[in-house]
């Protein structure tokens, strides 16, 4: 076994998916594998993403028009499906990353008190 | 197509999303079959995935709808017996259904063609002697004057015409109506003009309004045929418009004519309060009134008129009935009875499908078992196999609708012709949609047990038990004994239902009519007044007619009479007896009139019980007689013998006035309205004596065929006056056998529900003990082994299906005989509650029972204890 199982994994969130695959998409075009690679590769391993969800979540952004597809062809030279950001996905993402951060901040400060005041 | 090509895609993309990942695995050093193995892990459910993704397209109910169904469609094949035998049963269930409530439909509940319809009344008069009798006119003009609760009124009185100056001569029905009863039921004319309302009035110009059938018929649907006239009775009448097709009355109505015009015709009668025609009333309930008000206001001026003219209304009342049921008469208790019956039907149909599902539910078990176990949730399977149930449902119903359109027109019959517009008894949209309605709820009851069932079993002991019976099972067994026993119980109902009706036709078939229906034929012949405009001349007509028919060949005795039994035409008079005292002027007799030929008494074949009947002698020159019916003399003449005493029609007046008739004969009673009316007080006067009448039914006994004998009538008739017209033909076994044609027709369809429901019920228990016998093979040969004897064995099968039938009787039986007081008015001489009956019903059923164990006890005897055991 290598020693990445012994470092905690986290599920993602309902819905957190959408937001990395359009961050993922932010850097340029990219096909299903290569999304999932690099969420797992960003986020040091820790996020743990069954690949097979990516594609319910695929499409379920392809129907908003979020994304687009196309065809091309991978590293490995074999015919693959590249999925592009569009302007409509771009302003949902700044949308979502804002409202994530603010989410974040403040489960954050809820859980994490000043230490300065206990004492 | 453009789906399937989404789908080809997205599996493509995922083969080559497993494939990059199983080349890293191989750069990773990994060997080719674990990289394999670590791709698809990493993936996880391909399948899943792509259901999800599918979800996400839309329509993905659609997809497992079509699948389910492809998949129902494949498992119904696979057992043909059991696809058929539920199939079946569903159809006959729904085909009934669809079948009676066509019926009901259309006499029920289909929008009448009048505006508002449900706010019409028809109004009648009514005495405690006689019941429901028509209208005098005075009083619908006190009561149209007097009364508020009727936004308006309008009286119909039945008319008859000969229809002459065209081809060949016809007799035609109609009504004369108040001017306004068109436009107080929402209806114009096709073309041409409505009535107007000074056409009341006597001395109006004749004036008709044709039927759009008969404006067809005659006329050829000539658009230019207002403003003509038609020769009616020999006088030119104008036509002023055409009825709409639709147009809806009381019987066979060919023309409409204003009522003035009719009473310039009858100018002598129509005043008299104590000369009732046919006419009834028909009035729209002002706003805001009910029907109980209307009722209780016109009965209170009923009651006033009774006092003011007490010779004439004396105990006259007034009766209010909504216009359907007025036009439906005595049929609907009939309908409901019938689709409470098919209702049953369907309960038993259903109970049996959901039987067999049941057992066919637990030899699936383990598929359903496999199914949860590769992640089917319970709900998916739910509606799979309520989709399995729709399928059956809904081919019962497609059979169904074939047994039903065959089927609706014979029913059809049961309701009365004045409601059969449109052509008729219909599968239209409404039935449709109630049988749609019907396949949906038939798949709901007999699907919902067995879908829970299926989702009950226990995943774990269904994988490793097997085909064992298991905790599951004996809740199945249960949920089936209790289906069998419902089945038998309802069937216990529909038996004595129809058991019930088989005893009331049989003592209606025994009834003695008074008379010997068998070789007569009748025919009614209407002489126009204006041709025959003396007594004198029509008495010839009559004799001549006779003359002539006699000779005929075939013909054994033939006579000419006034309201024949079981023709529906009637007149009746008060009578005063000579020497009794004198009476309220409404308790006096009120005997039905005939006016007949010499010879009607054989040619009918009535027992003459007393004195003798008519001659050719008792004509205008002798003195008045008459014969009376045997319930009269009982009820007037107690302990005398009414030969040679003498009565009058009407009331006690001066002496030198009265004419009286000397009673020569007393004639067995007839019935006059059918085989299960009560008989009535009867009277018969020759002919030739003291009244006239212009329209007479000639009744012919042959020798041969009745029916043969029709051409020859209609040329002996034609013999005597070419011009005159012949309706009515029909063989006086027709007539009666059409006044028991409601009950023949509910005991056939009761009887084919009760057949149809035995039959099931047996299938139904037949399934269970087989279905236990089967699974208790382990069991069985146990006993055996430990020295249980065969006929022991047998004895205990046998038992198990006595005690289903045992339990549906104890069920049944009460609730049959709760039901059956609903079908009290449709029985003749039965009680509801008639122990022979009862008894029959529930030794047939306990016989079902055995005969349907039968086979199951005789496998079980045949168990080899040691095959059983191994």
């Given at each position: 076994m290598s020693t990445r199982s012994h470092r905690s994994r986290v599920e993602l969130l309902q819905g957190t998916l959408d937001l990395l695959i359009l961050r993922t998409l932010l850097l340029g075009p990219a096909h299903g594998h290569a999304i999932v690679k690099a969420i797992e590769f960003r986020s040091d391993e820790v996020l743990l993403v069954e690949q097979g969800s990516l594609y319910p979540a695929l499409h379920r952004l392809l129907k908003r028009q979020w994304i687009t597809a196309e065809e091309g062809t991978s590293e490995n030279n074999r015919r693959a499906k590249y999925y592009r950001l569009t302007a409509k996905g771009r302003r949902q993402l700044q949308r979502e990353t804002s409202k994530w951060d603010t989410l974040a901040g403040a489960i954050a400060r809820v859980l994490r008190p000043v230490t300065g005041e206990s004492d | 197509m453009k789906r399937d090509q989404r789908m080809a895609d997205l599996k493509q993309e995922i083969q080559d999303h497993l494939q990059e990942e199983i080349d890293d695995n191989l750069s990773r050093g990994m060997s080719p079959e674990e990289s394999r193995r670590a791709a698809l892990i990493k993936f996880g459910s391909v399948t899943r995935v792509t259901e999800a993704t599918r979800e996400v397209w839309g329509f993905a109910w659609l997809d497992r709808l079509l699948a389910d169904l492809q998949y129902a469609l494949r498992m119904l094949r696979k057992t043909p017996g059991f696809t058929v035998v539920a199939v079946l049963s569903l159809a006959l269930g729904i085909g009934a259904n669809t079948a009676v409530f066509s019926v009901v439909y259309s006499a029920l509940l289909q929008p009448l063609p009048f505006r508002d319809a449900s706010r019409l009344m028809v109004l009648n008069e009514r005495t405690p002697n006689v019941g429901i009798i028509s209208v005098a006119y005075p009083d619908f003009f006190d009561w149209h004057a007097q009364s508020?609760?009727?936004?308006d009124m309008a009286a119909l009185q039945p008319v008859a015409f000969n229809l002459s100056g065209l081809t060949e001569p016809e007799f035609l029905n109609g009504l004369a109506v108040s001017p306004n009863f068109l436009a107080m039921l929402g209806i114009r004319p096709a073309s041409g003009r409505d009535f107007e309302l000074d056409e009341e009035k006597p001395g109006t110009a004749p004036v008709v309004m044709l039927s759009y059938a008969l404006w067809q018929r005659r006329?050829?649907?000539?658009?230019?045929?207002?403003g003509k006239t038609v020769l009616l009775d020999g006088r030119p009448f104008t036509i002023v418009g055409v009825l709409p097709a639709d147009f809806l009355a009381p019987g066979k109505t060919d023309l409409l004519i204003p009522l003035g015009v009719w009473t310039t015709n009858?100018?002598?009668?129509?005043?008299?309060?104590s000369d009732r025609g046919d006419m009834i009333v028909v009035g729209r309930l002002a706003d805001g009134v009910s029907q109980t008000r209307a009722t209780s206001e016109l009965q209170g001026i009923a009651a006033r008129l009774a006092m003011e003219y007490r010779a004439t209304n004396d105990r006259v009342g007034a009766v209010v009935q909504p216009i359907r049921d007025a036009l439906v008469g005595q049929v609907r208790p009939a309908l409901l009875l019938l689709l409470g019956a098919v209702i049953l039907v369907l309960l038993i149909a259903c109970a049996n499908v959901a039987n067999l599902l049941l057992v066919r539910g637990a030899g699936r078990a383990d598929e359903m078992a496999l199914r949860i176990a590769l992640g089917a949730t319970r709900a998916r399977i739910f509606a799979q196999i309520l989709t399995e149930s729709l399928v059956l449902s809904s081919l019962g119903g497609l059979i169904g609708f074939g047994v039903a359109f065959a089927g609706v027109r014979a029913l059809g019959r049961l309701i009365p012709a004045a409601l059969q517009h449109d052509g008729g008894v219909a599968l239209n949209v409404p039935v449709l949609v109630f049988s749609a309605g019907v396949v949906v709820i038939a798949a709901l009851l007999f699907g919902i047990t067995p879908a829970l069932h299926a989702n009950r079993n226990d995943l774990q002991s269904a994988l490793k038990e097997g085909r064992r019976c298991s905790g599951a099972g004996a809740r199945h067994s249960r949920t089936r004994n209790i289906l069998a026993t419902a089945e038998a119980a309802l069937a216990v109902v529909l038996l004595v239902g129809a058991g019930l009706m088989v005893k009331s036709l049989y003592r209606l078939v025994q009834v003695d009519p008074g008379f010997r229906p068998d070789r007569v034929l009748t025919m009614t012949l209407s002489l126009r007044p204006d041709r025959y405009s003396t007594d004198a001349a029509v008495r010839n007509f009559w004799d001549q007619v006779l003359q002539r028919v006699r000779e005929l060949p075939g013909v054994e005795s033939a006579a000419v009479a006034t309201n024949a039994p079981m023709t529906g035409n009637h007149d009746r008079l008060d009578i005063t007896i000579e020497g009794m005292v004198p009476l309220r002027p409404g308790d006096y007799p009120h005997p039905d009139l005939h006016l007949v030929s010499p010879g009607y008494v054989q040619t009918l074949g009535i027992?003459?019980?007393?004195g003798r009947s008519f001659t050719a002698d008792d004509n205008e020159q002798a003195s008045p007689v008459a014969m009376i019916n045997q319930r009269l003399a009982n009820q007037w003449f107690r302990n005398e013998d009414p030969v040679g005493k003498r009565f009058m029609f009407g009331h006690p007046i001066a002496k030198e006035q009265s004419q009286w008739l000397t009673i020569v004969g007393v004639v067995a009673d007839t019935k006059l309205y059918g085989l299960a009316n009560q008989s009535r007080l009867e009277v018969y006067v020759p002919f030739r004596q003291i009244f006239t009448a212009h329209q007479m039914d000639l009744l012919v006994r042959s020798r041969i065929d009745p029916s043969a004998l029709t051409s020859g009538l209609r040329g002996a008739v034609y013999s005597v006056d070419s011009n005159q017209s012949i309706a009515a033909v029909a063989t006086m076994k027709e007539l009666v056998s059409n006044s028991i044609a409601t009950p023949r027709m509910l005991l056939l369809l009761l009887g084919l529900f009760g057949v149809l429901a035995v039959v099931l019920a047996a299938v139904g228990i037949y399934g269970v003990i087989a279905y236990s016998v089967a699974q208790r093979t382990r069991e069985i040969g146990i006993r055996m082994a430990l020295g249980a004897r065969r006929s022991h064995v047998f004895g205990m099968v046998i038992g198990q299906g006595v005690k289903l039938a045992v339990a549906g009787i104890a069920i049944g039986i009460p609730a049959a005989l709760g039901l059956a007081r609903l079908m009290s008015s449709l029985l003749y001489q039965v009680s509801t509650a008639d122990a022979e009956t009862s008894s029959a019903v529930v030794m047939l059923v306990l016989l079902v029972a055995v005969a349907a164990s039968f086979v199951p006890a005789r496998r079980a005897t045949t168990v080899e204890p040691m095959e059983a055991l191994r």
């Open positions: - | 508020h609760s009727f936004s006329y050829g649907a000539d658009s230019g045929v207002v009858n100018s002598a009668e129509v005043h008299e309060r027992d003459l019980l007393r």
